[in-house]
C-alpha cells in the first residue's frame, strides 16, 4: 500500500478551481514576524497541488511550536464538497509503522525476538524451510524473500484489468489466506539477502504473530498499546467498509484502466490487514511519529533497532529501510524519518526530522492518476507529482520563499520524485 515514486496526471483540459481552506485558529495564534513556517508559501503550493489536476488534498506541517494545517480543492467531484482540514483518510502503508510498533512493544517484554524464526510462532502456516530460515526481523525490514499476495486477492490485474477492485468491494479475507497467498507467490529473493523486496505479505504475518504471542486481535492490540499511548484520537482501525467521521471521497483511476476514475471510500479493508488498513488524519500522524521518534512508545534499545536500515527494493526504487520506517535525505533540509501509503484512492506521506521538531504530514484523494507512455513500459511524469514535491519542499526545508524556488528545491532534492512502491505497483501493469 505504498506510492510508486510520485504520482500524477492532469485532469482534463479544465482544472478544478482552487479552494484553499484558511488554517485553523489555533495555527495562526503563534504567528509572528519571525515565524519559522510560511504560511502564504504552504496555502500557495498545496493550491498548486489541486491547480495541477489533483481532485483534493490536505496537509499538516510543523516547525517546533508552530502550526499550520491547510486543504486545498475538492472532496466529492459531483457535488462540489470542499476537502477540510482534519478529514479522516486512508493511511495505506503508514499502518506498518504502527504494525512494528505494536511488535517492538512486545519484543522489549520478552515474548517476541527480532532473529527467531517465524516458524516458531507460526508453525502450521509458515511451514519448512521459510519457516527456519526468515525472522522477525526480516518480516520488518523486507528482507524474508517472500513475496506480495496482492495479485492473488485480486487476480483480474495479473491481466491488466480491475474488474477484481469491484467484484471484491465487500470481500472479507483473513489474514491467513492473505499469507497463503503471499507464500505462493514468486519468491522475491533469498531470506535475509539485501537489497530487500518490499512485500506487504510480511506484515500481515507480522500481525498474526501479534496475535499469536498476546492473545488479541492484533486491530485490537494496536488500538489500545499505539493508537491510544500515542493520544491519537482520530485514528482507528476500521472494522467496517465506511469511513467514521468527516472524509473524502477517495477516487482510483489505475494509470487510465479506470476512466474516469471510480471512489472507492467504501471498502472492506480486511484485504490489508495489518500492511495497510489504518484510518487517521495528517495532525495525527504527526502526533504519531513525533511521539515515536521520542520515545514514548517505545524505549531506546528498541527505537534504536526500529532505525537500523538496510536496502531495500520499492517499486524500481531503493530506499534505506529499517523496522516499518524508512529514512528519506534532502540535499540542504536534511534527514527525515517516516512512511508513504496508497490504497484504492487514497495516498498518503508522513514525515519527521529525528528530533521531531520538523514534520509533514500530506494526504490526497486520487491515486494512480498517470498514464503510461506510447510503449505501455514506463509512467509519464505530470504536473501533480511536480506540483506536491514542491509542497514538501516548502514544508520540510523552510527556506524558499517562493513556488519558483520552492520548484528548484524540489527538483535538486526529488529528482526523481519520493521513493515508494503502491502496493498495486505499476510494475503490474507495465511488464505484462
Known amino acids: 500500500m505504498r506510492i510508486t515514486r510520485f504520482i500524477g496526471i492532469v485532469l482534463g483540459a479544465t482544472l478544478l478551481t482552487a479552494t484553499v481552506v484558511p488554517t485553523a485558529s489555533a495555527d495562526t495564534e503563534n504567528a509572528s514576524a519571525t515565524e519559522a513556517l510560511d504560511r502564504a508559501a504552504l496555502r500557495s503550493t498545496l493550491g498548486a497541488v489541486h491547480e495541477a489536476g489533483m481532485y483534493g488534498s490536505y496537509s499538516s506541517v510543523r516547525e517546533g511550536a508552530e502550526r499550520w494545517t491547510g486543504a486545498s480543492g475538492l472532496a466529492d467531484i459531483d457535488t462540489g464538497r ?10 495505506g502503508s503508514i499502518s506498518k509503522t504502527f504494525t512494528a510498533v505494536a511488535v517492538l512493544q512486545q519484543v522489549e517484554r520478552g515474548r517476541i525476538r527480532l532473529d527467531a524464526p517465524i516458524g516458531e510462532y507460526l508453525p502450521d502456516l509458515v511451514e519448512g524451510e521459510r519457516g527456519r530460515e526468515v525472522t522477525v ?20 490485474l495479473a491481466n491488466k484489468s480491475t474488474a477484481s477492485l469491484d467484484e471484491e468491494r465487500f470481500r472479507s479475507i483473513r489474514p491467513e489466506e492473505l499469507v497463503r497467498l503471499g507464500l505462493t507467490a514468486p ?18 504475518i507480522a500481525g498474526l504473530i501479534l496475535e499469536k504471542v498476546t492473545g488479541q486481535d492484533a486491530g485490537t492490540y494496536i488500538t489500545r498499546n499505539v493508537i491510544d499511548r500515542a493520544g491519537l484520537r482520530a485514528t482507528y482501525y476500521p472494522r467496517t467498509p465506511y469511513i467514521k467521521g468527516p472524509h473524502s471521497r477517495m477516487y482510483e483511476s489505475f494509470y487510465g484502466l479506470i ?14 490487514s495489518t500492511a495497510g488498513s489504518i484510518v487517521s488524519t495528517t495532525d495525527d500522524l504527526n502526533r504519531f ?56 484512492g487514497a495516498g498518503t506521506i508522513a514525515l519527521s526530522s529525528r528530533d521531531g521538531k520538523r514534520q509533514l504530514a500530506m494526504g490526497w484523494n486520487l491515486m494512480k492518476y498517470q498514464r503510461l507512455n506510447e510503449d505501455g513500459t514506463a509512467l509519464e511524469r505530470s504536473a501533480i507529482d511536480d506540483a506536491i514535491n514542491v509542497h514538501i519542499v516548502q514544508a520540510l526545508c523552510r527556506a524558499p520563499k517562493s513556488r519558483a524556488a520552492a520548484a528548484a528545491d524540489a527538483r535538486r532534492s526529488l529528482p526523481e520524485g519520493l521513493p515508494g512502491a503502491d502496493l498495486s505497483s505499476v510494475e503490474w501493469v507495465t511488464r505484462r
Open 187 to 204: 519468491a522475491t529473493g533469498r531470506p535475509g539477502e539485501q537489497p530487500g523486496s518490499y512485500s506487504n505479505t510480511n506484515y500481515v
Open 82 to 91: 470542499p476537502v477540510r482540514p482534519g478529514m479522516r483518510h486512508r493511511v
Open 289 to 344: 511519529y513525533r511521539g515515536l521518534l521520542a520515545g514514548r512508545l517505545i524505549g531506546p534499545a528498541a527505537l534504536e533497532e526500529m532505525l537500523r536500515t538496510v536496502r531495500v527494493t520499492v517499486g524500481g526504487t531503493g530506499i534505506d529501510y529499517g523496522l516499518g520506517i524508512y529514512t528519506l535525505d534532502l540535499p540542504g533540509c536534511g534527514r527525515f524519518w517516516g512512511h508513504d501509503g496508497a490504497v484504492f
Open 259 to 272: 476512466d474516469p476514475p471510480r471512489d472507492y471510500s467504501v471498502y472492506n479493508m480486511s484485504w490489508a
Open 137 to 156: 526481523r526480516m518480516l520488518l525490514n523486507h528482507t524474508s524473500g517472500i513475496g506480495d499476495y496482492l495479485v492473488g486477492a485480486f487476480p483480474s
